[in-house]
């Protein structure tokens, strides 16, 4: 049976057994991958084995799934390189990096490599170490994620009329059109979230590639929400971790 070998992350773990787990990796060649851990929690008498952690980074080389086979991929050989430890040390930058995980796995579909997305995903983590700031963290991964995907919304413009974006007078978002809609034209819509100020000009910032300084705590969870609407409604369900990063209670009242 072939045999193939990644760099990949953890997005999420199960315990199939005593010794076994299910894993979904994110690999940087092959993308998404399910793949069975066979006696990867058996220790020894010399060795403590725990399984493979959720956020865990290294190499891996597993079994290349058969055309046609609807069984995963086997796990023939993990070489740890981090835990990225420092998440360990502090709840938000945890939830961070486990929201992270929870929709890149919602967001991307098995074998379908993304190796900007990947580095990204590499490199926020371990920005997520030491920042005191987590939520700058996850909402500028959250534009990387939906630009890699193709799927970050048009913030220039009223998709019903065409009217340029301006911050003066009430705004919304429409997940399923993906884009904004003006005062004058969001009736006509069922489907969408009231904007909040300050959080179109950050997320077309972080768009274009820039870092913006100075920005209110308000318009980084207007940007947060706004995505986290977003995913949610592409995903099909919420992310289970999105109300560690920002409680629904805050961004209700948080003007």
Avoid at 131 to 146: E, F, G, I, N
Wanted: glycine share 8%; with cysteine; charged share 20%.
């Amino acid at each position: 049976m072939p045999h193939f070998d990644d760099l990949a992350i953890t997005l999420r773990h199960l315990d199939y057994s005593e010794t076994s787990q299910v894993l979904v990796m994110f690999g940087r060649a092959a993308g998404k991958i399910r793949l069975i851990a066979k006696g990867v929690k058996r220790g020894t008498k010399k060795r403590y084995a725990a399984g493979i952690d959720l956020l865990e980074m290294g190499h891996l080389v597993c079994t290349e799934r058969q055309a046609g086979q609807a069984s995963m991929a086997t796990l023939v050989e993990w070489r740890q390189i981090t835990i990225f430890p420092g998440l360990r040390t502090d709840l938000k930058r945890l939830y961070g990096g486990q929201y992270l995980a929870e929709t890149t796995g919602q967001l991307t579909e098995d074998r379908d490599p993304h190796q900007a997305l990947f580095d990204a995903l590499a490199a926020t983590l371990q920005a997520l170490e030491t920042t005191p700031h987590a939520l700058h963290q996850v909402v500028s991964y959250q534009v990387r994620l939906l630009t890699e995907i193709g799927l970050f919304p048009n913030l220039g413009r009223c998709l019903e009329c065409a009217r340029p974006w301006r911050r003066q007078s009430d705004w919304y978002f429409t997940s399923h059109q993906g884009g904004l809609l003006c005062r004058n034209c969001e009736s006509v819509v069922v489907e969408k979230r009231r904007l909040r100020p300050g959080a179109v000009e950050l997320l077309a910032l972080l768009a274009a590639g820039d870092t913006p300084e100075g920005q209110a705590l308000s318009h980084w969870v207007g940007a947060f929400d706004l995505l986290d609407y977003h995913m949610a409604h592409l995903a099909g369900k919420p992310a289970a971790s999105s109300e560690y990063i920002v409680p629904q209670t805050i961004r209700r009242t948080m003007t």
